[in-house]
């Protein structure tokens, strides 16, 4: 999952980070093949190099030590109303066929079975970054036909509701899951490639809507050793990239 997110950053581009997988695919994409793009962190903080170490919260001391510019959460959000952000890693609990995500509540809008920690700046990405670059492990209790709630919009019901909604760029791009990467097309996910551990068939088991796969549907390439080591040298304890059965 690591080494596809860091496929889709490209040389020079500025990129809305995140924690977690997206933050150790900036490392991987910056010492490889995209050296002069430049990582944005929501809290305000942008960086031409990956801290020196591991991150556990985007506040940590090595994030901030170093940065190329340490100002606020809107400061950031003024350079995507701008059109200066090229790409967003985002998450969420819910997302459907349309790239909708969904991370304010699980069930009834009026009495939720779950309540969950809301937008952030996840909808602000979701709407005026250039592309979406979106990141969930795999299930059918995650990957549904319709989500409950959208917090953040992708293609709303497909085609060009972006368009029809006032949003004239943007959209996700490319959903990554655990088991597979999907691209979307005409404003829906379409099956790219199953990762080693999986195949077509289980993705279609696991997923809430019906699967539709690219003509030269394939398994996903793997890391190359050179990647695989700059994780590990990373994230040695596998504190972010630990595989859990």
Known sequence: ?????????????????GMRLPLIAFVVAKRTHA??????????????????????????NPNVA????CARTIDLMGLLQRGDVHAGFIGGAEIDVHGNLNTTAIGERTHPRVQLPGSGGGADIASLAHRLIVIMPHDKRRLREKVDFVTSPGYG?????????????GGPSVLI???????????????ES???????????DATGWPVATAANVRETEPPSAEVLRIIRAYDPAGFWTRRVE
């Open 1 to 17: 999952m690591v080494a596809c997110a860091a496929r889709e950053i490209r040389e020079g581009e500025r990129v809305f980070v």
């Open 35 to 60: 050296p002069n793009a430049i990582g944005l962190f929501e809290l305000g903080v942008v960086r031409d190099q990956p801290a020196s170490e591991l991150l556990y919260t985007m506040g940590d």
């Open 66 to 69: 170093g940065a190329v510019w």
């Open 157 to 169: 019901t497909g085609g060009d509701w972006r368009k029809r909604a006032g949003l004239p760029r």
């Open 177 to 191: 899951t655990t088991l597979g990467v999907f691209r979307f097309v005409d404003g829906a996910a379409v099956l």
């Open 194 to 204: 199953y990762h080693a551990s999986a195949s077509v068939a289980r993705i279609r």
